[in-house]
């Protein structure tokens, strides 16, 4: 009768395998707040809500990071604008932190939260696998954004 020795990892097996997602994930998420960031400031300044890129790139990170880490990342995004960077568009000029999230463009960038979420959703149920399905994803997407930003906007004005 032979011995056999059963292989199971150790804590730090462990904690390496999951280590290295999570500097994956953080590193994710600091490449979508930058992009976001950049998109922001590609802007046509429009009254009382510029137009910038940041749809493009929200419904962008919901489809290629999938539901959790594309809503996350704009929470990160939401949240370095919150403790004052100026990372939204016309910032620092318009405003910062708070103050810029409770005006017009309040509900749009909450809106990015359920986009990112609702695109990335999609995305992992394979609706990224063809021109027509993404499309419909970026569609409900951009629903997703409109709806709270009007919503709000109604409210202010």
């Given at each position: 009768m032979r011995a056999t020795i059963a292989s199971h990892p150790t804590?730090?097996?462990s904690a390496q395998k999951y280590g290295a997602q999570t500097l994956r994930n953080i590193l994710l998420v600091l490449a979508g707040t930058m992009l976001l960031y950049l998109s922001a400031k590609l802007t046509i300044p429009l009254d009382p809500v510029p137009?910038?890129?940041?749809?493009?790139?929200?419904?962008?990170l919901g489809?290629?990071?999938?539901?959790?880490l594309g809503a996350l990342t704009i929470m990160v995004y939401?949240?370095?604008?919150?403790?004052?960077?100026?990372?939204?568009?016309?910032?620092p000029?318009?405003?910062?932190?708070?103050?810029?999230?409770a005006g017009p463009t309040?509900?749009?960038l909450i809106g990015f939260i359920?986009?990112?979420?609702?695109?990335?959703y999609l995305a992992e149920r394979g609706w990224d696998r063809n021109v027509t399905t993404t499309a419909m994803a970026m569609f409900l997407g951009n629903v997703a954004i409109y709806v709270p930003g009007l919503a709000w906007l109604s409210t202010l004005f």
């Open positions: 804590l730090m097996d137009f910038s890129m940041q749809t493009f790139v929200v419904l962008t489809v290629a990071y999938g539901w959790k939401l949240m370095e604008g919150a403790i004052g960077l100026p990372v939204f568009a016309q910032t000029e318009k405003g910062i932190g708070l103050a810029y999230i309040g509900g749009y359920i986009a990112a979420g609702t695109t990335g």
